[in-house]
């Protein structure tokens, strides 16, 4: 099982979601827990749609955080 990255935003109407891993891959909702778990299921989608067409999956980045002041 990989983990992706996702990076989530808020909206006016809930949240958006993308995977900067795989372009075009994105969620909405309006909670942060169906937004995740709608990025749970368009992750699925996207990579079954990448073997389908023999594409190559890339594998997860490195998330890592950087602390401001």
Known sequence: MKAYPILIAPT??????YVPDLP?????GRTLDIVKH??????????????E???EIPEP??????EVR
């Open 12 to 17: 006016r109407t809930g949240f958006s979601a």
């Open 24 to 28: 075009g891959c994105v969620a909405t």
């Open 38 to 51: 709608r990025m749970a299921k368009a992750i699925e989608m996207h990579l079954a749609a990448m073997r």
């Open 53 to 55: 067409d023999g594409d």
């Open 61 to 66: 980045s490195r998330l890592e955080l950087v």
